[in-house]
């Protein structure tokens, strides 16, 4: 990467960092491009040049916050063994979703769905949509199941299972607890593809 190519990633991870603060402590209606370009140090033209709406700056930012946040726990499902890697995947999936800032994005989204749903769509265009993709690839090729929808949706059903009581303030598991909820979660799912399990 050349000098100019460095410099304008340095601005735009600015410009994200500072709209990662903005939409998640004032929310997206209430975000200020002003105080995002301002925060970034740089001027309003040029998030705009950057990102050319509030919505196209928001997408940008759920990439920016998955990729900053350790949400990258599909890799796991390339592991040699099927169900250590849907474990591996699961114990990923669990912790990534109760961490603060991904409970601040879901709470954003919650309370602001009537009002802009586009934000709503955007999200999980950007977020649960490549990781469903992602599970349904993993179920298709490595465990042979035709049509992996239904599975996808009932193993991420599961693993959510403590999302509410997090964002309720309700308390969080422990590694132990979400190690052994990932295990459990596997087993019921491969138990329901007749997929035999060792453990």
Excluded at 29 to 37: Q, T
Excluded at 133 to 140: D, K, N, P, W
Excluded at 150 to 173: E, K, M, N, Y
């Amino acid at each position: 990467m050349g000098k100019m190519e460095a410099k304008r990633e340095a601005k735009r991870r600015a410009i994200l960092a500072a709209a990662r603060d903005e939409f998640l402590s004032v929310g997206f209606e209430a975000a200020n491009m002003d105080r995002i370009a301002a925060a970034a140090e740089v001027t309003k033209q040029t998030v705009y040049r950057y990102f050319p709406s509030k919505i196209d700056l928001f997408e940008a930012t759920i990439r920016y916050i998955g990729q900053s946040s350790g949400a990258d726990f599909t890799h796991h499902l390339e592991g040699p063994d099927p169900k250590a890697a849907l474990v591996q995947f699961a114990q990923g999936f669990v912790r990534w979703h109760l961490e603060e800032e991904s409970l601040c994005v879901f709470r954003l989204l919650i309370a602001e769905s009537a009002r802009s749903p586009e934000i709503v769509r955007t999200f999980f265009s950007v977020a649960p949509d490549e990781t469903n993709a992602a599970l349904a690839t993993f179920f298709a090729q490595r465990l042979g199941v035709t049509e992996p929808e239904a599975h996808v949706r009932l193993l991420t059903s599961i693993l959510l299972a403590h999302r509410d009581d997090a964002l309720l303030g309700r308390g969080r598991p422990d590694d132990h607890e979400i190690a052994r909820h990932a295990e459990m979660a596997v087993r019921i799912v491969l138990a329901d593809l007749g997929v035999r399990s060792t453990s």
